[in-house]
């Protein structure tokens, strides 16, 4: 049994707890359960957004690519004429 004792507000539903664990952030199961089957339904519905649009889904990877190849390069340029 641990000897941590820290007060708390629940990330769920708001309420004032006594944390028994550093990590600890709600303040029962059932709001712990709660929360993440609201995030699990919310990637869910992200993952069947990016389904429904897969060809902007490609056009973003390959944008981001871009950008970051490009900030890549940039520095070298910039260091070697400066
Ligand atoms: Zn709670």
Redesign the pocket.
């Known amino acids: 049994m641990s000897l941590i004792r820290i007060k708390r507000k629940?990330?769920?539903?708001?309420?004032d707890?006594i944390a028994k664990t550093i990590s600890s952030v709600?303040?029962?199961r059932?709001?712990y359960l709660r929360n993440y089957k609201m995030i699990k339904k919310n990637e869910i519905k992200i993952i069947q957004k990016i389904k429904i649009v897969p060809l902007l889904k490609k056009f973003l990877l390959e944008v981001m690519l871009t950008i970051k190849e490009a900030t890549l390069l940039y520095p070298i340029f910039e260091t070697t004429y400066s």
Do not use: D, I, P
């Open positions: 629940c990330k769920e539903c708001k309420e707890f709600y303040c029962s059932k709001c």
